[in-house]
Structure formats: structure tokens, C-alpha cells
């Protein structure tokens, strides 16, 4: 389920943000908009680990997951050295 598209600039008002390195990423919501997809996509339980409000994110699958967001409208905040490691 696609999120509605945001009529803010993504520029300024990141949704998600993105730490990690190695193996394990944590994708933390910023916006109400976020939590609503993590709630509808990634529901915590058996097979979703949550980090407090972070979903923790095995490195093989944090592509997809970073790109799924973005198609459906969510704006990534990553830090630099996720930035290195995934692009």
C-alpha cells in the first residue's frame, strides 16, 4: 500500500532516517507519514526485529527497502557512512 504523495519539499523535511554499517541498518521513521508505512509494511513481530522505534534491516535487504519507501514517497535522511555503504 502505497503512501499518499507528500506536497512538502523532501528536501528540507526527511520521513525516515538511515544508520548502519556492516550487517545490521536501522531505519528510523521521522514523520507520522513513515511510521504509517512501517506500521503497514514491516509490522513488528517474528519477522521484523525493531531497536526501539528503529526497524532493524539485514544489509542484503536494505536496498529494496530504502527504494520501496522512496517509490512511495517517503524522503530518506541517510547518514554518510550508510550513504557509502549502500549506493
Known sequence: MPAEPRP???RNRPDFSLYGSGTVYLF????DTA???LDAHCPPGAD?????????????????????AIRDGLAPAATASAERSVN
Request: charged content about 20%; proline content about 3%; aromatic content about 10%.
Open 8 to 10: 512538502h519539499d523532501h
Open 28 to 31: 528510523g521513521p521521522l514523520s
Open 35 to 37: 511510521q504509517a508505512w
Open 48 to 68: 521484523h526485529q525493531y531497536l526501539g522505534q528503529k526497524l532493524a534491516i539485514e544489509f542484503r535487504c536494505i536496498e529494496d527497502i530504502i527504494h520501496l
